[in-house]
């Protein structure tokens, strides 16, 4: 069996260099690269993408092997129905390592194609260095090699405002532009870089926020030889991925047409605000996991997938997001339930064993990003407490007791956090609810102050400890209507 390279695919590589890409990880092979692949397919964009390892130790030479080449697997869950796909991903048309040659780094700059920059170099990628220079080669952080980058690109156009570049990270954290953009300028001003040059950053350059979602588990290991079976030749770089795919970018009239996802399938919105999509998934995705877990957990779950599978914690869950959740949200209903339904399909998905134990970490800040928002804000609307959400509330009280009917519960917490809630434990029912709700390092404000809230907690809480959650839950209702 060959190993996959262009000449062994038959695959010329001509392509043009449209798109400086930081970060050569499994998530930008399997999301970025295969999307502008199906650019190039669908609408002719002829985009190839140059590659930069951000970091010292990395995987460039192993793609500059097979020439940029790898295969993208997906599979998951549409409309109930399991869908697998195999796809050549040939966008990559070289791998630049800046440690080991900074000038073809810098080479990049003076491509008269390029216009844009991505890159996902993990939540802690866009960061400021003080120690990083200008003269460094490279600097070691990655907005200190793009303010580099520019600047090769300005002085070697001339400041020609026409060849500024459109900067796009997907980095995993909110106004993530914004604060690339915020770090750029922290060291034009560190390195005393010329006031024409960030003029040209301001003025000719663009930074769009952006929120990406697909889960990569990457390179199948445990599975290697499944895959292999599939392919006519060796390939080192093969990456798997879930079939949903949603990529939100800010951005006008002028990037719909210079990025024209909107004639492929693929799920890409620009938009002005993205905003309400982030809250959407946060709310949605992040908070239907944050809610079940402990639940789950307790009933005697291990897996996401069995959860929602699960009679009892399926239509919890279910409920839970589209009759609490969903209302609560400023966006057009029909499209929050199409993309729960969507949510529920990737929590099935048999290829993924997302295992409730790995998401417990830091439940208690999560809770109060992902589920608390929406359970004041359901009172708000509708002047009542939403009981799902107000149960799995007590689940997650319940859980951080540490131990649940003879078994040890996963708490994975700050020890600060975890030694607070054991010693809430040691007091009575209603004293231990009232300071626990109203320990406002927790929530960020006193949870005593929500109407109904500390009696349903108590309740919600007897009845789980008497009855159990199936059975717990559904007294506690009963008890409310």
Known sequence: MENLNRESSSNSGA?????????????????????????????????????????????????????????????GIKKGKEVQEKMLIDTIVKGVNPYDNFEEFLELAREKDLEFVISNTTEAGIRYD????????????????????????????????????????????????????????????????????????????????????????????????EYNRQLEYHDRLIVTAETFFLWVIEGDDNLKKRLPFHKTPLDVRIVEDMQPFRTRKVRILNGAHTAMVPMALLYGNETVKETVDDVFTGEFIRSLILEEVVPTLAMDKQELEVFAEEVFDRFRNPFIKHQLSSIALNSISKFKVRVLPSLLEYVEMKGKLPLRTVFAFACLVRFYQGHWQ????????????????????????????????????????????????????????????????????QEFEEGYK
């Open 130 to 225: 003080g120690k990083d220079l200008f003269d460094m080669t490279p600097p070691s952080s990655f907005p200190g090699k793009l303010t580099c980058l520019l600047y090769e690109r300005f002085h070697y156009f001339d400041g020609n405002q026409d060849f500024g570049l459109t900067i796009i990270p997907c980095e995993l954290i909110n106004y993530n532009a914004d604060t690339l953009k915020k770090v750029i300028l922290q060291y034009i001003d560190l390195w005393k870089l010329s006031g024409l040059f960030k003029n040209w950053v301001l003025n000719a350059c663009t930074f769009h926020n952006t929120l990406v979602d697909r889960i990569v588990p990457g390179y199948p290991k445990d599975d290697i030889e």
């Open 15 to 75: 392509l043009p260099i449209k798109v400086v890409q930081f970060g050569e990880g499994n998530f930008l092979r399997a999301f970025v690269d295969y999307a502008i692949k199906i650019l190039n397919d669908t609408v002719g964009f002829n985009a190839g993408v140059a590659l930069v390892q951000p970091i010292e130790n990395g995987m460039v030479s192993v793609l500059n092997e097979q020439d940029g080449l790898y295969t993208l697997f997906t599979k």
């Open 406 to 473: 003879g078994n040890e519960m996963p708490l994975n917490d700050d020890e600060a956090i975890i030694n607070t809630f054991k010693n809430r434990w040691q007091l009575p029912l209603e004293k231990m609810v009232n300071e626990l709700l109203g320990n406002t390092t927790f929530w960020d404000t006193d949870l005593n102050q929500v109407d109904g809230l500390p009696l349903a907690m108590e309740g919600a809480l007897r009845f789980l400890e008497t009855h159990g959650v199936e059975k717990g839950y």
